[in-house]
């Protein structure tokens, strides 16, 4: 049995564009310990819109059906022409993850046709998608692909901060950008295990939005007195590792500075190096490209480094990745349900007014994107 599958992909011109198209695609037969799954539902996620749009403007975005399927292209300033440069000439696939209807298997695998399972592979803006069957997560009876779509990137990442908090011995922890889809996951996680959480915010919408999940640590950084509460939230969850979503600014720095001011008020240190506890704020994201900026007085006991969600799985090892996929599947309705404000298919995904709102990454808006559906 093959198949053909319609897929989003994105170029970048020898002439400086970015070109998102929808291609044909042979999928081939499924090898013994292969599936073939009807990619149902994808979820458009910030790590996707790095490639996805690459450094394009995407106020200059236009679209063209003229053969018969949209071409959506937009002009790359010349300043972030070095940054597309090693990807000229090379049409790349869509989409870290999705879930949909297993249709077709190989002989060790045929006990998943016909169910609904999750794939984090790459590739999944796109009708059909051929996978190992190891690398699948079915789905209990009952959960839709809506709903599996997202079971990888947040979830996991959510698993991920807390294995990590668990592996380098913290005990609580700190998390900018906190209201987003995986803020809120992240909360319910810390609430069902018995975890302190100092939730970090820019509005008083997003604060309503975690106080409406039971938050109880939340700081708006546009207070006034925000340094201040920062450093008693600190000092009252005892928390030394943070999570930073933004990675630009002073944000971090004053992470480090509010956990380091907390630490010598309860244990005033004997020696001019502070205090000798280890602070650590891994920057998982760049909402904010500027350079990130140090206070003059973390102490000597500190760190900031990058966090991806990949590397931490190979850090722990598949027995470790299992327990937390299992997990996911378990509460994929619950902890980890994703809301989506808008479903779209492919085709609107070139549309430049629908490519311009979900670039945005606004809190509160979630795209879901329907591959089998155009």
Known sequence: MSFTSLELRSLVTPDGELRLTL????VGDPGPDEVILRVDAAPINPSDLGTLLGP??????TADASSGRPVATAKIPPQAAAFAAPRIGK?????NEGAGEVIAAGENARHLI???????????????????????????????????????VNPLTALGM??????????????????????QMLNKLCLADGVELVNIVRSQDQAAILQAIGAKHILNSTDPDF?????????????????????????????LGAMEAALVAKTPPT??????????????GRLDRSPSVLPSSP????????????????????????????????????????????????????????????????????????????
Request: hydrophobic letters at 45%; proline letters at 4%; aromatic letters at 8%.
């Open 23 to 26: 291609e044909d695609v042979p």
């Open 271 to 284: 020696t001019p190096y502070g205090s000798p506890v280890h602070k650590q704020v891994y920057v998982y």
């Open 299 to 374: 102490g000597m006991a500190w760190g900031i480094g990058g966090w991806l969600l990949f590397y931490h799985l190979k850090r722990i090892g598949r027995a470790e990745e299992l327990k937390l996929r299992q997990r996911v599947a378990n509460e994929i309705t619950t902890t980890f349900a994703s809301p989506y404000t808008r479903e779209i298919t492919m085709t609107e995904a070139l549309d430049p007014a629908v490519i311009r709102a979900y670039q945005r990454k606004a809190t509160g808006e979630k795209f879901l994107l329907l591959p089998s559906q155009d």
């Open 162 to 183: 807390l294995s990590t908090m668990r592996l380098e011995g913290h005990s609580a922890l700190v998390h900018t950008a906190a209201a987003s889809n995986l803020g």
């Open 227 to 255: 340094h201040e509460q920062l450093i008693a939230a600190v000092s009252e969850t005892g928390a030394t590792l943070a999570f930073d979503a933004i990675g630009g600014g002073p944000l971090a720095g004053q992470i």
């Open 91 to 95: 049409s790349l696939a869509m989409g």
């Open 114 to 152: 016909g169910k609904v399972v999750g794939a984090l592979g790459g590739s999944m803006f796109t009708r059909y998608r051929k996978v190992n069957a190891d690398d699948v997560l079915a789905f209990p009876e009952g959960v839709t692909a809506k709903q599996g779509a997202a079971a990888f």
């Open 56 to 61: 394009a403007d995407v106020t200059t975005f």
